[in-house]
Structures are given as C-alpha cells and as structure tokens.
Nanobody, 120 residues
Framework: QVQLVESGGGLVQAGGSLRLSCAASMSISTINLMGWYRQAPGKQRELVATITNGGVTNYANAMNGRFTISKHNAENTVYLQMNSLKPDDTAVYYC??????????????WGQGTQVTVSS
C-alpha cells in the first residue's frame, strides 16, 4: 500500500507560516487525488485542501485563501503552505491519497499526521 510521510509541523505564533510536506512511496502523478485533512482535539477530521493528478485544487471555506496546496511530481511530494495562521488552526494535519494500482485495486491511504500548534 502506498506510504505517506508528513513533515513540517511545529509550534508557530499567530500570524506566522508553516509549510507541510507529504512524501509518497509511489509516483503521485498516477494518484487520482491527494489532500490534506486536519483533526483538532475533540473534533472530527475535516478537509483542508485537495489536489487532483491534473492539478485542480479545492479548499475548505475556512482556509479563506490562507492555505495553498501544491505538488511536485518529480519529488512525489505534496505541500501545504499555510499563512496567517490562527490558534484555531491548531490540529494534527494528515495527508491522504486516493487512487488505484496498476492491478486495479483501489486504495485510500493516510499518513501518520504532523502536529501544528499555533499560539496566541
């Protein structure tokens, strides 16, 4: 199964920026959809942003232009640039990949998550 490894989380002050990375164990150019989700303590996991293999992006309304998802196919990495961070952005951020192998078997894989903490 495709492995996803997130990095780039940490502690930042409100108004600051972070860039998260998600490295995949297979060519992301063949993955139909990749995305970032987050889960705050006591809350359900929610969508942050997604990007298709064709580069079409989608964002949750709450991101309001502050976050940008991108991908580098040659590096098999998806990024999430987060600007103007707020304490409400504090959560564990997870990378997700949805697609199918050459065999036709479908997958929906998650990374282990990376903690983002925004202090006020």
């Amino acid at each position: 199964q495709v492995q996803l490894v997130e990095s780039g989380g940490g502690l930042v002050q409100a108004g600051g920026s972070l860039r998260l990375s998600c490295a995949a164990s297979m060519s992301i150019s063949t993955i139909n959809l990749m995305g970032w989700y987050r889960q705050a303590p006591g809350k359900q996991r929610e969508l942050v942003a997604t990007i298709t293999n064709g580069g079409v992006t989608n964002y949750a309304n709450a991101m309001n232009g502050r976050f940008t998802i991108s991908k580098h196919n040659a590096e098999n990495t998806v990024y999430l640039q987060m600007n103007s961070l707020k304490p409400d952005d504090t959560a564990v951020y997870y990378c997700n990949a949805v697609g199918s192998y050459d065999s036709g078997q479908q997958f929906n894989s998650w990374g282990q998550g990376t903690q983002v903490t925004v202090s006020s």
